[in-house]
């Protein structure tokens, strides 16, 4: 893959990368799309919307086969 260094000034008229954009010709020809690189860092962890208490809730509910809930679906 080739590299291509960017200086401030042609990082600037590309937005800094911190969006999708096109290249394009002088007749408004796309000859490539860019999305940049997310920087996780930016990013908040995200944690499960769901208490300890539900978590475990769910898990001691009791699981179905796929053949016991095709069952139950054709009942319907």
Do not use: W
Request: hydrophobic residues 40%; aromatic residues 4%.
């Amino acid at each position: 893959m080739t590299q291509i260094i960017l200086d401030a000034a042609l990082r600037s008229k590309l937005h800094d990368l911190n969006q999708p954009l096109e290249l394009c010709d002088e007749s408004g020809r796309i000859l490539a799309r860019l999305i940049p690189v997310l920087d996780p860092s930016q990013y908040e962890p995200v944690e499960p919307q769901l208490s300890a208490e539900e978590l475990q809730r769910r898990k001691n509910e009791p699981d179905f086969s796929t053949a016991e809930v095709l069952a139950y679906l054709e009942k319907l």
